[in-house]
């Protein structure tokens, strides 16, 4: 290829990139916030009959703890099964049309617990389970940022339920990617932070008809209250496997 054929190529490529990253940054200006926000939530697990490992590793001070989870997902239904540590191998967490409920080994029936409530470390019940934005919260306020030069929708949002694992969010969402990539949580009335988290999004998965999708692979969550604690969550490679309803039917697991 000659100098001058290459300098063509080269200015065709990059013409035809820029005018892809148009298309797509118009694709996504006509989206709503609620469809971008349901966009996030495929990416963090909302998506039928999908299973991922969890690795939950919490650093308090000097203390390091850790939990291995199988989790199981039915759109907004999840059961999350302790496999580690050994003394709490066989605990379940079923979250089931927003109610969550815990059970293990011994117990006559399964009893409600908060999402809200403390798994490990900063971790929450609800932050191990697929995350519902877009039903759950009520957009109160759109804006742009950028993260490490990634372009960026700023959603302010309030939970509708108070069943939801937190009262208001700030999520950075990126324009390009539709996945929530920064998240702030927030006390119950929105003016103190609580924590934050980044995530990221090194898994894949497919989707109806075929298309590849990000799927979160790593959610570090810092708190930002009084200490220099981190929870780290590390999703291993979703496979995608049916579910039957049955699986969340409480009463089998009722002696």
């Known amino acids: 290829m000659t100098k001058i054929n290459k300098c063509f190529f080269l200015c065709q490529a990059g013409g035809f990139l820029l005018l892809l990253l148009v298309w797509q940054n118009s694709a996504t200006a006509a989206l709503s916030p609620k469809a971008i926000l349901e966009q996030c939530d495929h990416a963090r697990g909302n998506i039928s009959g999908v299973t991922w490992d969890l690795k939950v590793e919490a650093g308090e001070g000097v203390k390091i703890s850790h939990r291995h989870l199988r989790v199981r997902s039915r759109s907004y239904n999840v059961i999350a099964e302790t496999l580690s540590p050994a003394r709490r191998r066989g605990q379940m967490l079923i979250l089931l049309n927003g109610n969550m409920w815990f059970y293990k080994p011994g117990l006559s029936k399964p009893i409600p ?27 109160l306020q759109q804006d742009k940022d950028k993260i490490e030069d990634e372009p960026c929708f700023v959603f302010t949002l309030q939970a509708k339920t108070s069943k939801a694992t937190y009262k208001f969010i700030k999520y950075w969402v990126s324009s390009r990617r539709l996945v929530g990539i920064k998240a702030e949580f927030y006390t119950a009335r929105g003016t103190k932070l609580l924590k934050s988290a980044r995530m990221e999004y090194k898994n894949q998965v497919t989707a109806n008809g075929g298309k590849q999708q990000p799927f979160i692979s790593r959610m570090i969550i810092h708190d930002e209250l009084m ?19 049955a699986a969340f039917n409480l009463n089998l697991l009722q002696r």
Do not use: E, W
Not at 115 to 127: E, F, P, S, T, Y
Not at 227 to 245: E, K
């Open 113 to 139: 617990v908060s999402k809200r409530q403390k798994l490990l470390g900063l971790a929450n019940n609800g932050d191990i389970a697929s995350t519902n934005y877009a039903q759950n919260y009520t957009v």
């Open 227 to 245: 200490s220099a604690n981190t929870t780290v969550l590390n999703f291993s490679r979703p496979s995608l496997t049916p579910i039957p309803a």
